[in-house]
C-alpha cells in the first residue's frame, strides 16, 4: 500500500472512512478482495508471492492497514511487512499486546507505517518512531514516510476526500483515488529514487508498462459496526482489471 487517506470520527454516523492506492510492480501475483479460506474473519486481498495483504478487516471491527517506508538502499526484510496486518485480522490479541509483538520483531521487516483499529480506537505505528500512536478524530494521511507527511499527492488525495465527507460514497472515494496528475518537478521530495522515478510516483493513481497502482480500495465503517469495502483492480497502463464489492454486517 502506498497511498492512504483517512478519517476517523469517532461517535459520527460513519467512524471510520478510508480512501487508499496499493502501488506495486505488475508481475507481482495477486488475488483480488476476498473472504480467506483458511480465516474466514478476513476479508483483504493477498500476495500470492509472500501471503499477507495490505489493507483489510477482520472479525469484532478490526482494521488494518500498511504502507511501506521509501528508503532505496535499505536491506531487505527477512519477513513480508504484509503479514504484520494479516497477523492481526486473523488474530484475537488486543492492540497494545500486538504492538508489544511488533516492537519484538519489527526488525526482521523493512520500514513501514502500520494503522490498527478495532472500531472503538485507531492507532498508527511507524517502525522508524518506535513508539504506536493513538489517534484523536481528524482526517489523516499516509504515503510511503511519516504521518501527514506533506507529499503533494498527499496533499492532493486529503482535499478530495475532505469534500465528499459530508455524504462519503465508495464510488467517491475510488474516484479521488484515480487522480493522474504528477507534481511540480520543484514540489517532488528526494528520497533517493532519482527525478526521473520521484515524477512517477508522485500522483495519486500511478501507471506504467511495469509498476504502478493495482488496487483501490474504499472502506466506510458505519457505525453499527457494518462495513461496506469496495475494490477496484488494476494492470498495465492503468487498465481496469476488475471491482469487488464486499458489505458486511
Not at 39 to 67: E, H, K, M
Not at 80 to 103: H, K, M, P, T
Not at 217 to 238: C, K, W
Request: with cysteine; net charge negative.
Amino acid at each position: 500500500m502506498c497511498l492512504i487517506v483517512f478519517a476517523w470520527r469517532p461517535g459520527h454516523a460513519q467512524p471510520l472512512v478510508v480512501a487508499a492506492n496499493r502501488d506495486e510492480f505488475y508481475a507481482r501475483p495477486t488475488k483480488p478482495l476476498a473472504q480467506w479460506v483458511e480465516a474466514p474473519q478476513v476479508f483483504a486481498g493477498r500476495d500470492l508471492q509472500a501471503g499477507g495483504t495490505w489493507l483489510g478487516i477482520g472479525a469484532n471491527g478490526r482494521f488494518a492497514a500498511l504502507t511501506n517506508i521509501r528508503e532505496p538502499h535499505q536491506p531487505p526484510g527477512r519477513h513480508s511487512r504484509g503479514e504484520l496486518v494479516s497477523d492481526f485480522l486473523s488474530g484475537n490479541q488486543s492492540i497494545a499486546e500486538y504492538f508489544e509483538d511488533v516492537d519484538r520483531r519489527r526488525l526482521s521487516y523493512a520500514g513501514f507505517n502500520l494503522l490498527l483499529g478495532d472500531g472503538d480506537q485507531l492507532w498508527h505505528f511507524n517502525s522508524k518512531e518506535l513508539v504506536p500512536q493513538p489517534l484523536s478524530a481528524g482526517l489523516y494521511g499516509l504515503s510511503n514516510a511519516g504521518l501527514d507527511t506533506p507529499w503533494p499527492k498527499l496533499l492532493r488525495a486529503k482535499a478530495a476526500l475532505a469534500e465528499v465527507l459530508n455524504d462519503p460514497q465508495p464510488q467517491a472515494l475510488l474516484a479521488l483515488l484515480e487522480d493522474p496528475q504528477p507534481a511540480q518537478f520543484s514540489e517532488l521530495p528526494d528520497t533517493g529514487v532519482g527525478l526521473a522515478t520521484e515524477k512517477l510516483l508522485s500522483s495519486v493513481f500511478i501507471a506504467s508498462p511495469n509498476y504502478g497502482t493495482r488496487a483501490s480500495t474504499a472502506l466506510i465503517v458505519n457505525a453499527d459496526g457494518s462495513r461496506v469495502m469496495v475494490e477496484h483492480s488494476f494492470g498495465p497502463l492503468g487498465g481496469r482489471l476488475g471491482e469487488v464489492r464486499l458489505e458486511h454486517p
